[in-house]
């Protein structure tokens, strides 16, 4: 069965605090891993798209790395903008649909 | 393009009334999908449509829940009759298919409540 795991569940960090995010996948043949982040309220917001391992992304403070069995999405110097929950996703080993992640809460402190 | 549009965005209702939540999705996108997130169980995936056509509704909890999808621009989930469980944010996203496996758009959600 697809599965999608994420730790930490929450994570506080000081503004200009560096640290990762992890995403764990079991699906057979990977299909692409995607992220997400999602501000309260608000319907979840499409970050990037990772196909192979060893394939980096980025965006402003943001980078996300592939490996063949798990993502990490890595916060440089991050901003309390910033804070939010980060949800990855896979598609199923069928059909478009994915598997969601069940997020990391993370909190950036001025 | 406006995104992704969804109503009502919040619903209280009491249990054993109907409700019908409406989307619609991006122009041009072949899939939409209809999901619920609760503190719980997190996304969850109820059904997605191809080109107005359900493919799984495999995630559908049980026969009050219904969709459809009339057109390319339009589809509801209905719940008759809603029961307090059914609490949730329910999201709408689509997506293109564009030849491969491509990231979905979402909905701002509808919040509903039930008494």
């Known amino acids: 069965e697809d599965q999608v795991t994420q730790s930490p569940e929450a994570l506080r960090l000081q503004e200009g605090e560096s640290s990762s995010l992890n995403c764990s996948y079991t699906?057979?043949?990977?299909?692409?891993l995607f992220w997400y982040r999602q501000d309260p309220g608000k319907g979840p917001e499409f970050l990037f798209t990772?196909?192979?391992a060893g394939e980096e992304k980025e965006k402003e403070r943001l980078k996300a790395t592939l490996t063949k069995k798990e993502s990490f999405l890595h916060i440089t110097a991050p901003k309390p903008e910033d804070s939010a929950t980060y949800l990855c996703?896979?598609?199923?080993?069928?059909?478009?649909?994915?598997?969601f992640g069940p997020g990391t809460r993370l909190s950036v402190l001025p | 393009d406006a995104g992704v549009i969804q109503s009502p965005r919040h619903e209280v209702t009491e249990m054993g009334q109907e409700v019908t939540l409406r989307c619609k999705p991006i122009?041009?996108?072949?899939?939409l999908f209809w999901y619920r997130q609760t503190m719980m169980r997190g996304l969850e995936l109820l059904i997605y449509?191809?080109?107005?056509?359900?493919?799984?509704d495999s995630g559908m909890p049980e026969d009050r829940f219904s969709a459809k999808m009339p057109n390319a621009s339009f589809s509801t989930l209905k719940i008759q009759p809603s029961e307090p469980r059914d609490s949730a944010v329910y999201f709408c996203?689509?997506?293109?298919?564009?030849?491969?496996?491509?990231?979905?758009?979402f909905g701002p959600g509808t919040r509903l409540t039930v008494l």
């Open positions: 996203a689509s997506s293109d298919l564009a030849g491969g496996y491509n990231e979905q758009f």
């Open positions: 699906v057979s043949g990977l299909r692409g």
């Open positions: 990772l196909y192979s």
């Open positions: 996703a896979v598609p199923h080993n069928y059909g478009q649909n994915f598997v």
């Open positions: 122009s041009g996108h072949d899939y």
């Open positions: 449509f191809n080109n107005n056509v359900p493919i799984d």
